[in-house]
């Protein structure tokens, strides 16, 4: 029991980056970020080439990942989001451009690492007990690392000028603009900060259970869960629907067969949303 | 060249080729409460918009402190002085009132001159003092009115534009709205646009008033005299 609480609490917190990231950007830019995943994905192959391959420290890794992958979240949002969310009059066009840039990155990634599962070895060895409880040391470190990211994004998005910014453009952009705000750059700063989240929890994870090319569908799957369970574009849902998504399939993989696990969770949340749609800390639509 | 304060030239406005204002021309002295009524549609929003430069004027050109501002754009105008308050009120709903206050700081980089206003905001609202910490989607119309207003004025504007500032509230605190502009007028030396529906509130409260119908300037005149004419009483006082 305490192992299974140990293991939900450090998926928790790796989910509740990725869930982080994917409410920023849906929040501030309201779009579905489709290649959060991707970029998660990529995050975790940045690691794997600075640190396998370049033989760079862990800790440049980890800071390649997360700035790589926000540059590349700002560029898609000046090149690509920006210009399709000023000309076209459908909220469908962003969701199928960000489907395209999920397509994109995979195919980048499979030409630059080829199809096979990547992983790194553990950055730190040893083995922490708590109670019945195993810890790997490297599981401790992905987990601090995770809660400490996620007290950053807190502090940052409620009490830095740019964080509440991005908290007023995400709640009216007339407003915003009318309080001399370059909602511009706020726009493109959400939207690589969402990326560069999506990167580093990549970059953890990699660390844990390795990643590949092909994995980006299914973190992003993950992610969509999460939000749904959370309420879309809340950081409290978010953070809710990390949680409860990391115990549940902590729990499930304990108890279930290994393939059952996810067919429930999709049961479950195919009811859940017939009770509650908007989420658990959502307001309703409409 | 303008030589007045603020000068509004030729405005036309259009929305898929249809003109929602045509030659409109507002001008005013530093220091001045301008009305712009008229009947729903007459085209005062579209009007502040083209000020504002959330609308880009298909014609005309707009003149502030001297300066020619139509080509600006709206975040920029913020720094040049000018404050806008939109119709709807429009609070961040879940940001606390003190955000939404520190919303209008956004772009002035004084903190000493940021924290004093921002006391002296609240001295002026006691009603923001006491809900400080609560979130702004919480208040009543009333004082989400005057979270905005006060959130312009953080902005340190030169003009102030009010649109539609009492929709949707009850006479008694339409009242104090009114009362709030004129002191605003009075003790920060604040020159405003007022858009109202409600006719009779705006023309009490400025010296001048423009009178928009069917997107044109059907009338102007000094506030209380308008309040006299026969016409604007039919159409806009009831009688």
């Not at chain 2, 646009?193 to 023309?203: C, F, T, Y």
């Not at chain 2, 009178?211 to 006299?228: K, M, P």
Request: proline residues 3%.
């Amino acid at each position: 029991m305490e192992q299974i609480l140990v293991n939900g609490a450090i998926l928790a917190a790796n989910y509740a980056l990725i869930a982080l990231g994917i409410t920023l950007i849906f929040s501030i830019m309201n779009v579905l970020n489709f290649a959060h995943g991707q970029m998660f994905m990529f995050g975790g192959l940045i690691v794997y080439w600075t640190v396998a391959q370049l033989g760079l420290p862990y800790a440049v890794g980890l800071a390649m990942a997360a700035v790589a992958v926000g540059l590349i979240g700002m560029a898609f949002e000046v090149f690509f989001f920006r210009r399709v969310m000023r000309d076209s009059t459908r909220e469908e066009n962003t969701m199928l451009l960000a489907v395209g840039t999920a397509l994109l990155l995979e195919n980048a990634a499979l030409s630059l690492f080829g199809e096979k599962q990547r992983g790194i070895p553990p950055i730190v060895t040893g083995v922490y007990r708590i109670g019945d409880a195993f810890l790997p040391a490297n599981r401790a470190l992905v987990f601090g690392i995770s809660l400490v990211l996620i007290v950053a994004i807190l502090l940052f998005v409620t009490y830095s000028k740019t964080g509440r910014a991005m908290r007023a453009l995400a709640q009216d952009r007339t407003a915003t603009l009318l309080m001399g705000v370059d909602t511009a750059r706020i726009s493109t700063l959400g939207f690589g900060l969402g990326a560069a989240l999506a990167g580093i929890a990549g970059g953890l994870l990699i660390t844990v259970s390795g990643v590949n090319a092909g994995i980006g569908t299914a973190i992003s799957t993950k992610a969509f869960i999460m939000i749904m369970i959370g309420g879309a574009g809340v950081v409290s849902g978010a953070l809710l629907g990390a949680v409860a998504l990391g115990f549940i399939e902590a729990f499930g993989y304990a108890y279930l067969p290994g393939s059952l696990t996810y067919l429930m969770i999709f049961v479950a949340l195919i009811l859940f949303l017939l009770i509650r749609p908007q989420g658990i800390m959502g307001k309703p639509w409409g | 060249m303008s030589t007045r304060y603020f000068e509004a030239r030729d405005l036309t406005v259009s929305y898929d080729k249809v003109a929602a204002i045509r030659d409109v021309s507002i001008g005013f002295d530093e220091g001045q409460v301008v009305a712009l009524i008229g009947a729903n549609g007459a085209g005062k929003s579209t009007t502040l918009r083209a000020i504002t430069g959330l609308k880009r004027p298909g014609r005309g050109e707009i003149w502030f402190e001297g300066e020619r501002i139509d080509q600006i754009a709206p975040a920029k105008l913020v720094e040049r002085g000018i404050a806008m308050v939109p119709e709807g009120r429009r609070v961040f709903p879940h940001m606390s009132v003190r955000d939404n206050l520190l919303m209008g700081a956004h772009t002035r980089e004084d903190k000493a001159g940021v924290a004093s206003d921002l006391e002296r905001i609240l001295t002026r609202f006691p009603r923001l003092r006491e809900r400080l910490r609560q979130n702004a989607g919480t208040l009543s119309g009333g004082e989400q009115e005057m979270l905005v207003i006060g959130r312009a004025l953080m902005t340190k504007p030169r003009l102030l534009l009010l649109d539609e500032p009492s929709l949707g509230l009850a006479p008694l605190v339409v009242r104090d709205i009114a009362r709030l502009i004129l002191e605003i007028n009075r003790d920060e030396g604040v020159s405003v646009i007022l858009v109202e529906q409600n006719s009779r509130m705006a023309l009490r409260i400025s010296q001048y008033a423009y009178v928009l119908e069917t997107g044109r300037i059907g009338l102007e005149g000094a506030s209380a005299e308008l309040i006299d004419n026969a016409h604007v009483r039919a159409l806009y006082l009831g009688g």
